[in-house]
């Protein structure tokens, strides 16, 4: 039998498959050798799965316990011994526990995997995360406890009062095949965005739109609608009987916020006003620049106002990471960066000369009021981040 090590070489994908065939003690030996590199280790935890030698459990669960082992390997043995209830005096006791990362999640899944109904708010709260990874073991704890107890009783537990427990009746009631359309008028825009990806009723969509308790909900059931039928002529036409509902920004003019508009609110975030949605559904789009064009345009202008730029580079080349909405063109101790949005340009000083040879050459430049505008009420993410952002921001955008 071929050792574990070659199993999961350093560089290259490990060997799957023989991990899942190796002797389960082997594997069980290996993982508790903490001599062992830990990411090695948590392969053979996942290779062990349904098939732990029992005589091994104690030392396994002393892995989890052991403050000093690696989160990783402590969070792969937790998913490998779901049902040990021996562990439930210590996944309760959170003063024993350090704050390694991911540990703490961990446990609150495992938690309700064993039914231990204190859990329940913690759950729902993890299962609220605008994170997937977290979301979803909050959503595996809740599933876990509904086994144990029922819905009704886990419903019962953590009530209405808090957006995260609604958000759990929603998805319950959905998964359950109930109408969940009511939840569009949550005052939580989180549950009512959840609720709109939700709602598979075009009828009932329909009726709704007549008895929205209010605007926005009536908005929401119109994205909703699009969603399913992606009529276009339907959606303008509701847009017209709701009064074309927009969100004002003050100072934030057509050309800017068309670019805006088109450009993030077809994947605005679950707090978003879902105006910005319907105005993106309902409005034509601006026109790209064809960027190859707009760059030479760009190097040429700043090229006869003799400030010798240097070559065109994307966001991502000049942090030499990600990628962004704009391309920076250095010149001398200033760079200046061209929207991909539109002729939009920019740099730290507004009263550098390249402002002027560029709006002579048919761009429009940001300065720092105009850049300095929020876009109220359009959430977008930007380095953990979905807060409304700014213009110069939404125009120049770069993420890592």
């Known amino acids: 039998m071929r050792k574990i090590d070659t199993l999961i070489p350093e560089r290259g994908q490990p060997d799957t498959a023989a991990l899942h ?42 892995r989890i316990r052991d403050e000093d082992e690696t989160a990783e390997v402590r969070i792969a043995l937790l998913d490998l011994l779901p049902g040990r209830t021996e562990l439930l005096p210590w996944l309760r006791d959170e003063e024993q526990r350090d704050g390694s990362y991911g540990v703490a999640e961990a446990v609150l899944k495992a938690r309700g995997l064993l039914g231990d109904r204190t859990a329940a708010p913690g759950l729902s709260t993890l299962a609220a995360s605008p994170w997937q990874r977290w979301r979803e073991l909050g959503e595996a704890g809740l599933d876990g406890l509904v086994a144990h107890h029922g819905t009704d009783a886990i419903l019962a537990e953590l009530g209405a009062s808090r957006p995260e427990d609604r958000r759990f009746a929603l998805r319950t009631w959905d998964r359950a095949g109930r109408d969940v359309t009511r939840y569009l008028a949550d005052p939580d825009r989180g549950i009512a965005h959840f609720a709109q990806s939700l709602v598979a009723d075009p009828d009932r969509l329909r009726s709704f739109l007549d008895e929205a308790p209010d605007p926005e909900a009536a908005v929401r059931a119109a994205c909703a609608l699009h969603q399913l039928t992606e009529d276009s002529a339907e959606t303008r036409r509701i847009d017209e009987r709701l009064g074309s509902p927009r969100t004002e920004v003050d100072g934030l003019d057509e050309e800017l916020r068309r670019a805006i508009v088109h450009e993030y609110a077809p994947r605005y975030e679950r707090q978003s006003d879902p105006r910005w949605l319907l105005e993106a559904l309902c409005t034509e789009p601006p026109g790209r620049p064809d960027l190859p064009a707009q760059l030479v345009r760009a190097t040429a202008a700043l090229t006869a106002a003799g400030l010798a730029p240097d070559p065109p580079v994307s966001a991502g080349d000049h942090h030499q990471q990600g990628s962004g909405t704009y391309h920076v063109i250095p010149c001398g101790d200033e760079d200046i960066r061209i929207s991909t949005l539109g002729r939009f340009v920019t740099g730290h000083d507004d009263r550098h000369p390249a402002r002027r040879a560029l709006e002579e050459a048919g761009f429009r430049w940001i300065d720092g009021a105009t850049g300095g505008i929020r876009v109220t009420g359009l959430c977008v993410y930007y380095f953990g981040g979905r807060e409304p952002l700014d213009v110069d921001t939404l125009l120049f955008y770069w993420q890592d």
């Open 21 to 62: 065939a190796h002797d389960p003690d082997a594997l069980a030996r290996y993982v508790l050798d903490t001599g062992n590199a830990w990411w090695r280790r948590r392969l053979c935890a996942h290779a062990l799965a349904g098939r732990v030698p029992e005589a091994r459990v104690p030392g396994l669960l002393d």
